[in-house]
């Protein structure tokens, strides 16, 4: 809304003349309007739901995958965060209910459970790494360190038929109609 | 911390990382993939949990809170 607004103020500007325009700085607070001409010239966000996005975070990465390659993505992470067990906790309208097991079983679970990577709350902790997922392939991945995020994020893309190279500490990359867009 | 308690956190967490996307997610995928995943968390302390449980979890929007301000700051300084 406010980009809305910041755009029809910067249309409404250059129609005035200079005397109108030197009224009007009388008027307004300068900082602000410089502000509003710098949000009028940003690109308006894209609205509605990308096929992958992988993005760096404060805690991690944050995740957006097709759904049938979640199990892929999930099954790979014990390997890159050296976890031997897994706990998953997965709750629904039901309750809730917790899992311990060997990491090389956490593929087996998946398929055996698959509405709780579909649609449920599902939580793993590989170790001290904790994954969460709303379902959908909405995923977020909290990290106790940050030096694997690009590696994981690499994979992940591969996973999902794309492939990059990050270099820098923070990153996201998005697919929209199988286009990939990255910012780094 | 009990995990129902980490997990209502993480779902906060989650609805925060949202809101900091290049691009706006649909109101369906904010429902279904936080909005929900919250409520269950909430619903489950409030049958099941322990006083404690309920400030832990309170503490852990907090602290997230903490951490959105802090990255704002950081963010309009430069």
């Not at chain 1, 170790?127 to 990290?143: E, F, Q």
């Not at chain 1, 030096?147 to 994979?155: D, F, H």
């Amino acid at each position: 809304m406010s980009s809305a607004i910041a755009v029809a103020l910067t249309e409404l500007l250059d129609r005035l003349t200079i005397e109108e325009k030197r009224e009007f700085a009388r008027l307004i607070d300068w900082g602000e309007f410089q502000r509003l001409r710098l949000e009028a010239a940003e690109p308006a966000r894209r609205v509605g739901d990308p096929k992958v996005y992988v993005g760096t975070t404060p805690d991690g990465l944050s995740l957006e995958l097709p759904v049938e390659k979640v199990p892929a993505f999930l099954s790979y992470l014990p390997g890159i965060l050296a976890a031997n067990t897994v706990a998953i906790f997965v709750q629904d309208g039901d309750g809730s209910q917790e899992w311990q097991c060997p990491a090389e079983e956490l593929a087996s679970w998946l398929e055996a459970h698959p509405t709780a990577w579909r649609d449920g709350s599902l939580m793993i902790e590989f170790g001290p790494h904790t994954l969460i997922s709303g379902g959908g392939g909405c995923l977020s991945l909290a990290l106790t360190g940050n030096s694997i995020r690009r590696t994981i994020a690499e994979q992940t893309l591969a996973i999902c038929g794309f492939r990059h190279t990050f270099v820098g500490e923070h990153f996201s990359a998005i697919v929209w109609e199988d286009r990939l867009e990255v910012h780094e | 911390m009990k995990k129902n308690v980490k997990s209502t956190i993480s779902f906060f967490r989650l609805l925060i990382e949202h809101s900091q996307k290049e691009y706006e997610p649909s109101p369906e995928h904010i429902l279904k993939r936080m909005l929900l995943p919250l409520c269950r968390g909430f619903s489950e302390i409030v049958a099941t949990g322990t006083k404690n449980d309920a400030w832990e979890a309170v503490d852990g929007f907090a602290q997230e809170c903490r951490k959105l301000q802090s990255e704002e700051m950081r963010c309009s300084h430069g």
